[in-house]
């Protein structure tokens, strides 16, 4: 149980993760300090696919990424790409990462991750519940979309796992396709659709008027970047920052990719690696998709955003310190001309941002030992999907209550000698 009544409790970092942990904080009748370098919304959650992806519980290190992985880099487009000069440092992450690719760590994986990703669409509702941030989450539909049922079947392994939490789907062929989405070409012909999921139009922009609304309830943003934390005692007790130290009851560590060096400084060395991804925004479209859809030749999301088509995915690994590349924004273009071959446009928008990725798939939460630092970060491909429920997890750890989940294999201290 944390007393925030001297000193605030400081959350660093304003993603999606940070802000939905700052207002259930404060919910909870916390004094609560939000600290971000930028303004809030801009990392990764700033141009993600806004799929609220309660069916993104099998990991991206399955069995099926022996056989995909080598094809997916043979071929120029196949959506995982490589930053060559960063694989030397990869290579221990690589190593874990592919470790846990096989059918028991996937099950174990998928077992932890269900309880966290379930219910996101209501965890998101009950953030924004009788504010006016309500009309951010959509309910709708989500579609796979695959060449044929062929292609379909050649995923068997992804749909067993998506059983083991009743993520069964409809398939359609044929003439039911284009019914289904008149704007996919001739070259897709087999959906596999799922109900009962959701997204967001604009996910910076909703993640900025989170904050907002934060503020607005009585809670503190500063722009301010951490450089170290201060402890007595073995517990935090000042957050350091470029403008000065900031005295708290308690930090957490929402920082994204950027965790890793505040992590080191506290003298833990995190494995976590940048997945990166793009996307490309195709403004004024003429034609927009009635529910999101994954084009699984290109592993990459479609969302009817508020401002335009956004087309986002693809994963390359390296650093997030290196430039972006031309090759991943490319295969954007390409793979969704062939998608939706009469689709016209005013213009493109285009992005780089980081997934923080664990080896073994799941985000730390929890406390580092008893040193009042808490920790929120490492949600890969599913940092939005679930950012709501990890802050409210994190506030019945602070208030000392019982979660609903079990935490323990999200604990940080899975990384402590
Ligand atoms: C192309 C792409 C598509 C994606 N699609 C989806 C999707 O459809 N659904 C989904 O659920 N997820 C998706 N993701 C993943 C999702 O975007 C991330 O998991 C999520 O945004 C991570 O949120 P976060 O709050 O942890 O980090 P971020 O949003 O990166 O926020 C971290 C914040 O910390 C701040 N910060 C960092 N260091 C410091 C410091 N030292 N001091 C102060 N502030 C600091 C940064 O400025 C930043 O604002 C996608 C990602 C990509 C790249």
């Known amino acids: 149980m944390i007393d925030s009544t001297v000193a605030p409790i400081v959350v660093i970092g304003a993603g999606i993760c940070g802000v939905s942990t700052a207002i259930w904080l404060q919910r909870s009748g916390h004094q609560v300090l939000l600290l971000d370098k930028g303004s809030p919304g801009m990392g990764a959650s700033y141009g993600n696919s806004g799929l609220l992806a309660a069916w993104s519980i099998d990991p991206v290190s399955s069995p099926q990424l022996w056989r995909d992985a080598p094809k997916y880099l043979l071929?120029?487009?196949?959506?995982l790409f490589l930053k060559w000069a960063s694989i030397p440092s990869l290579l221990p992450w690589l190593r874990q990462f592919m470790s846990h690719a096989n059918d028991t760590s996937t099950r174990r994986i998928i077992g932890h991750l269900s309880p966290l990703l379930y219910d996101s669409v209501e965890q998101h509702k009950s953030?924004?519940?009788d504010t006016t941030l309500q009309r951010w989450v959509r309910d709708s539909k989500f579609s796979f979309v695959y060449p044929d049922l062929s292609a379909f079947n050649a995923d068997a392994y992804s749909w067993k796992m998506k059983a083991l939490a009743d993520l069964v789907p409809t398939v359609l062929t044929g003439a039911?396709?284009?019914e289904t989405e008149p704007m996919l070409g001739d070259t897709f012909n087999c959906l596999a659709v799922l109900e009962g999921q959701g997204h967001i139009t604009d996910p910076g922009q909703y993640v900025a008027e989170l904050a907002d609304h934060f503020c607005h309830e009585g809670g503190r943003f500063v722009k301010a970047k951490v450089v170290d934390l201060g402890k007595q005692n073995?517990?935090?007790?000042q957050v350091i920052t470029d403008q000065g130290p900031i005295p708290c009851s308690a930090a957490i560590i929402t920082s994204g990719i950027w965790s890793k060096d505040l992590m080191k400084k506290i003298g833990l060395n995190i494995p976590l690696a940048a997945e990166r991804g793009y996307h490309v925004v195709f403004q004024n479209p003429s034609q927009l998709p009635n529910d999101p859809m994954l084009i699984t030749t290109g592993k990459f999301g479609v969302n009817a955003m508020d401002m335009g088509l956004?087309?986002?995915g693809t994963v390359e690994l390296g650093d997030h310190h290196a430039a972006a590349s031309r090759a991943p924004i490319?295969?954007?273009?390409r793979l969704t001309r062939k998608a939706f071959p009469q689709l016209e446009y005013s213009g493109t928008d285009e992005w780089m941002g980081f997934r923080p990725s664990m080896p073994d798939s799941?985000?730390?939460i929890g406390e580092i030992g008893n040193s009042k630092v808490f920790t929120g970060f490492g949600h890969q491909h599913i940092g939005l999907t679930a950012g709501p429920k990890t802050g409210r997890l994190l506030t019945n750890l602070i208030d000392g209550q019982l979660p609903n989940i079990d935490l323990e294999p999200f604990s940080p201290d899975r990384f402590r000698q």
């Open 330 to 333: 490319k295969l954007l273009h």
């Open 234 to 237: 073995g517990c935090v007790t």
């Open 127 to 129: 953030l924004v519940r």
């Open 176 to 178: 039911a396709v284009r």
């Open 310 to 312: 956004r087309c986002a």
């Open 362 to 364: 799941k985000p730390l």
């Open 75 to 79: 071929d120029p487009n196949g959506p």
